[in-house]
């Protein structure tokens, strides 16, 4: 089974930046799309960015589009989430996610990101 792990949140001014990163670990896989997604306190979970592992599409969340950046490492199964001019409505728990053709989704545990002002 894929478990992932997710790493880099803290807290930091507004303006500032993070480095978010994803390690899949366990069973291997090929064809999947790789994405974060965050979730503030009270709201639904949305999705931030995303990636694929076979080319190089990329969907950005309008809120961040500009800001942010996600790229990966397939050979070492990791995919990362530069976060730049953050904003306190940036704060939320952010998760990794991998969705894995004829198999599924697997989310990581979260990690937090708090943007003061």
């Known amino acids: 089974q894929v478990q992932l792990v997710e790493s880099g949140g803290g807290l930091v001014q507004a303006g500032g930046s993070l480095r978010l990163s994803c390690a899949a670990s366990?069973?291997?896989?090929?064809?999947?799309?790789m994405s974060w997604y965050r979730q503030a306190p009270e709201k639904q979970r949305e999705l931030v960015a995303s990636i694929t592992t076979a080319g190089s599409s990329t969907n950005y969340a309008d809120s961040v589009k500009g800001r942010f950046t996600i790229s990966r490492d397939n050979a070492q199964r990791t995919w990362y989430l530069e976060m730049n001019s953050l904003k306190p409505e940036d704060t939320a728990v952010y998760y990794c996610?991998?969705?894995?053709?004829?198999?599924?989704?697997?989310w990581g545990q979260g990690t937090q990101v708090t943007v003061s002002s």
């Open positions: 996610n991998v969705a894995i053709l004829f198999s599924g989704v697997v």
């Open positions: 366990g069973s291997r896989f090929r064809i999947s799309i």
